[in-house]
């Protein structure tokens, strides 16, 4: 009878006690941060912090004297720079600046004996279908760096200093008696290291435009089809078949599975911005002529309707719904709404056309909630 | 841990792709909350006149339903001038874009035809921007002496056909005309068009008539005259100018009567004494019954349209207020709160509405509230504005407004209930104390 009571209290013991002795609740410390710190005396720390006067300006501009940049130039740094110590703070002047700051010298460009190795000539890019490829040339990217870059062996190859092609006992009889030899070749590098950073060298210019959707054939054309028993029906197009190494059609099809199929219905492109629907919608309001004391500012109507390329309203528009009043005013407010949709259109209405597909169809709901006598 | 709230997270996000999707995909919706308040424009060319005689109705037809759908506020006529089409055929097909091109969204098209002193009005209404007709083809016949009935009655079906509500051109009102000085001034009872067209004289200039109201069907007016020295209800047939003292009980005064929705029932205010109650009293038996007994004054009952209720003022609180009560008495509820003194109640036709009288600081009001007392809106000021009736559709209340000083006249008005539309009704004298009749 209470076998269900003792098997939850055990199962809450159970949890509780792994709660409090596995170890859940326990956190790695943090990483500790070592820092090198340096220690100043209160003399040094005061020098540091001592404010410096502001310089005192004379009445006429002192000519400065002409710099000796041979007696203050520092001597150039060795081909192999020492790390430098920092030097030790040094006193602090008098309260008065120097009237003549030395000036410094630049610093001197340093002799570098060795010339790196040319890059080797980039390989030309195969022509693919779109994508518009950058011009600059980036080095093939390796996990290696060398003088002298070396493409990616073959996947049969073995790394090895020399290049040697592979060769194979061959059936002809006549065929010279070459030792068999397997395939080497050096390992793949650069001749300097690419980031990923300098990846987007590779990356298209300008974005692949979409395809455009295969046109329907006409209902009429298609009964012509069926109905005209000459013509014979078209085999069906061997589907190519997918390559599993095929990454777009991988995404293509996860994509497709993560949907259910939904992405095929979606309209393409991008959506209408805000501006964009809001200009639609300004445009409609501008002609809605609401009558606030009619029973019709009582009621809120979507009226459904569709658009043709250029923005105007192709066919019948539709009253989806209504909310509140009765049926005259209903449909009084359903006529008010369609005389705003048709008379603002003028030669269509202004929406982006490369989104087409976003507003060919449109729903639209007039609440005049806001606008009736208070 | 980490990485179970990564996989959850990620489930997360992988049953809610096809929602997303969903969610854009389909139509492009739009909410739109906020329009333009301004009369529609709409064009009525002259009515093409089929016959010789008719020349002259069709323009003055359509200069009546012009009136009418511009008087009303919502409508605004498009300028004979602008048209660029004319419309010469009742038949021939309407070229939309002219009037598109004026800007005209209605279009009205008639013709009118006179044979043997009998009058035929056809008309169309087209809606200009769908290219489509509004309703279909009507016509009405009647005597060259009843046109600009005829015209309204146009006017109400083009009103109707645009608005989804019924019109109020085709319809009467009964008032008190007024002629003479102020200090000596004569008062007749009298019914006209809506427009002031077709004044008639029920009364003759012999006693003083108060606060005629028709009744819902437009047969029947009451009024009280002081036709016997004291103040008596009497009941008149509209059709056969007969009047009858309603109730005759001698020393008492009644007064502010009004009939009940269903014409049976008349209710009225009765003074014994000092104390004024409200009375109802069956036509058919002359039966009374006192509906309210307050040691106080109240009058100026009206009923609800569905005849439940009563809205009248009392001053049973120190001032004028409004109430309301059951149609059978009982207790009343006040409903006005505001400042000043509040009189003359009216149920709108619609029943979501009461219009009234208000005084305060010295000038007069007319306005409306819900029947709860909320929402209250003055649309008049002036001097002395006072008696609203409500127009049979319960959108345009009409009211009796007196200028000042020796020479003062008063005379009807009509307002919306926006308050954005006010016009005077032309009468051929002084008018006061209006009702609006029914739709005929």
Known sequence: ?374 | MKQIVAALAALLLFCAAPGIALAQSGPLRIEITEGVVEPMPYAVPDFVAETAEAQQLGQQISRVIADDLSGTGLFREVPREAHISQVTSFGSPIQFADWKAINAQALITGAVSVSGGQVTVKFRVWDVFAGTELGQGMQFAGTTEGWRRMAHKVADQVYSRITGESGYFDSRVVFVSESGPKDNRVKRLAVMDYDGANVQFLTGSNSLVLAPRFSDDGQRVLYTSYETGMPRVHVLEVGTVQSRILQGQDGVMSFAPRFAPDGQTVVYSLTQGSNTDIWAMDIASGTTRQLTSAPSIETAPSYSPDGSQIVFESDRSGTQQLYVMPASGGEARRISFGEGRYSAPVWSPRGDMIAFTKQNAGRFFIGVMRTDGSEERLLTASFLDEGPTWAPNGRVIMFARETQGAQGASSLYTVDISGRKLTRVRTPEGASDPSWGPLQ
């Open chain 1, 1 to 374: 009878m209470h076998t269900g009571h003792y098997i939850s209290g055990g199962a809450h013991g159970a949890l509780i006690l792994w709660l409090l002795l596995g170890g859940v609740f326990d956190s790695a410390p943090p990483e500790m941060q070592v820092a090198d710190v340096s220690i100043l005396s209160e003399a040094e720390f005061a020098a540091l912090t001592q404010p410096r006067a502001a310089p005192v300006l004379g009445a006429e501009p002192e000519v400065l004297p002409e710099p000796e940049p041979e007696e203050a130039a520092p001597e150039a740094p060795a081909e192999e720079s020492q790390p430098q110590t920092p030097p030790e703070p040094e006193e602090p002047a008098a309260s008065e600046p120097d009237a003549t700051p030395e000036p410094i010298a630049p610093v001197a460009e340093p002799e570098v004996a060795e010339t790196p190795p040319q890059p080797p000539a980039p390989e030309p890019v195969p022509q693919v279908e779109a994508p518009e490829i950058a011009a600059r040339p980036t080095p093939r990217p390796a996990p290696r760096v060398a003088p002298q870059a070396v493409p990616e062996p073959e996947p049969e190859a073995e790394i090895a200093p020399e290049v040697q092609e592979t060769v194979e006992r061959s059936e002809t009889p006549d065929s010279t008696a070459d030792e068999e030899q397997e395939a080497t070749a050096p390992e793949a590098a650069a001749t300097e290291i690419v980031t990923e950073a300098e990846e987007p060298a590779r990356a298209p210019a300008a974005s692949v435009r979409p395809r455009t959707r295969p046109i329907r054939p006409a209902p009429s054309e298609v009964a012509e089809q069926e109905a005209s028993p000459a013509s014979e029906p078209a085999p069906a197009p061997e589907r190519p078949p997918v390559q599993s190494s095929d990454t777009a059609s991988a995404i293509a099809g996860a994509l497709e599975e993560a949907l259910g199929g939904a992405a095929n219905g979606a309209p393409e492109g991008p959506p209408l911005t805000d501006g964009e629907t809001n200009g639609f919608r300004i445009a409609v309001q501008e002609c809605w002529q609401v009558d606030v004391g009619s029973q019709a500012a009582n009621v809120t109507v979507t009226v459904g309707f569709d658009l043709d390329r250029s923005g105007r309203v192709t066919g019948a528009l539709k009253m989806l719904a209504s909310e509140g009043g009765s049926g005259a005013a209903a449909e009084a407010a359903f006529q008010s709404a369609r005389r705003a949709i048709l008379r603002c259109q003028g030669n269509g209405y202004d929406l982006p056309k490369d989104k087409y597909d976003h507003w060919k169809s449109v729903e639209m709901t007039f609440n005049p909630e806001n606008m009736r006598i208070r």
